[in-house]
C-alpha cells in the first residue's frame, strides 16, 4: 500500500512578476539599513509607497488576487513600506514582521547570480525536539529555502515567517523594496470579530 502525504497547515510564499513599467522606484533614495555596522546618519521612511502611489496600487492589486485564490474575502491595504539597499559583505540578521498579516518583497532594479537571496526559516523546526538529516531535501524535509532576487519578481509571504537577506556576493549595491500587509474593514467572526472603522 502506498502512503499518501497530506502536506497540512502550508505557510504560503507567492511568487510572481510584475509586467508592468516600475522602474520610477529607482529614483528613491532613502533606504534601511540591513545591519549594525553601518555609520552616519541613518534615515529610513517606513511609509516609502506613499510616494508611488501608481506602484502601491499595482502592488495591491496582486495581493487581492491572490487572496481571493485562497477563498479570503476581505480587503487589504499596505500598511508599512520601506526600501532596502545592502553591500558586498553585508547580510540582514533573521527577523519576522508583527502586526501584519502578510508581507512582501518586490525586486525592482537589475541582479546578478551574485546577488544576496532571501532565506525563509520553517517554523515547525523550532517546535521539534529532534534534528533528523534527509536523505534529500524537499518541501516537507527542508528547514529553510532561498529564493534569488530577479527583476519584477513579486514575493507574498506569512509575516511569521523568519526570514533574512543572505550574504551579498555581488559588487554592485542590492536594492529591493520591502511591505506589510493588513486586513481592513470587517473580517473575523463572533468574539473575535474586528472592525478597523470601529472608534
Known sequence: ??????????????????????????????????????????????????????????????????????????????????????????????????????SGIYYYDEYDEDSAGIEFESPIATLSDFHLVPKNYNVSTSVSTAIKPQKNLLIFFPSYLRHKIQRHLGETSRYSLAFNIVPTGQYGCGDSSFNSNWR
Not at 52 to 78: A, G, H, S
Not at 86 to 98: D, T
Request: proline share 5%; aromatic share 10%; glycine share 2%.
Open 1 to 102: 500500500m502506498v502512503a499518501s502525504i497530506l502536506p497540512l497547515f502550508p505557510s504560503n510564499i507567492i511568487l510572481l512578476t510584475i509586467d508592468k513599467n516600475t522602474d520610477q522606484l529607482k529614483d528613491n533614495k532613502i533606504f534601511h539599513p540591513t545591519n549594525n555596522n553601518v555609520s552616519g546618519e541613518i534615515k529610513t521612511d517606513f511609509r516609502s509607497l506613499e510616494r508611488f502611489p501608481r506602484i502601491k496600487k499595482i502592488l495591491l492589486t496582486e495581493f487581492n488576487k491572490v487572496m481571493k485564490d485562497m477563498d479570503y474575502d476581505c480587503d487589504f491595504r499596505i500598511s508599512t513600506s520601506w526600501f532596502v539597499s545592502i553591500e558586498k559583505g553585508q547580510e540582514g540578521h533573521p527577523h519576522i514582521h508583527k502586526n501584519s498579516f502578510y
